[in-house]
């Protein structure tokens, strides 16, 4: 039951981001920072507790607060002390919980962990 409630979740927030880039032009940049299964790896390497659905909430909380404000930024420039400063520091303006905070930073980092794969 988890497992497809996770993908039913996660094919709504494709289908959502998808037609969120037509609306905006945003380029498929935007389709290459959703995670799978490498990026899920790659963080439980270091965090062995992360999920995918933590992955596809930080997703969310970054293609959906994080990208409103800002659009969408180059998440492999900063250092993962820079992005734990910047997310703590946006954090009451975008008025996200602690919750969505670890999801947001451990999405962040999954990405960066596998930078070379997302990049081509």
Not at 75 to 102: G, L, N, V, Y
Request: hydrophobic share 35%; net charge positive; proline share 2%.
């Amino acid at each position: 039951m988890k497992n497809i409630l996770t993908i039913t979740l996660f094919t709504s927030l494709s289908l959502f981001v998808a037609c969120t880039a037509k609306k905006t032009g945003t380029t498929t940049a935007t389709a290459s920072i959703i995670p799978t299964e490498t990026q899920l790896k790659a963080i439980q390497a270091k965090y062995p507790e992360v999920s995918m659905q933590t992955l596809t909430n930080g997703h969310a909380i970054y293609t959906g607060v994080c990208t409103n404000c800002h659009g969408q930024k180059n998440i492999f420039k900063r250092s993962e002390e820079s992005w734990k400063h910047e997310i703590d520091d946006m954090a009451p303006k975008a008025k996200i919980t602690d919750a969505q905070k670890d999801d947001l930073y451990k999405y962040i980092l999954a990405m960066k962990a596998t930078q070379a794969a997302v990049t081509k």
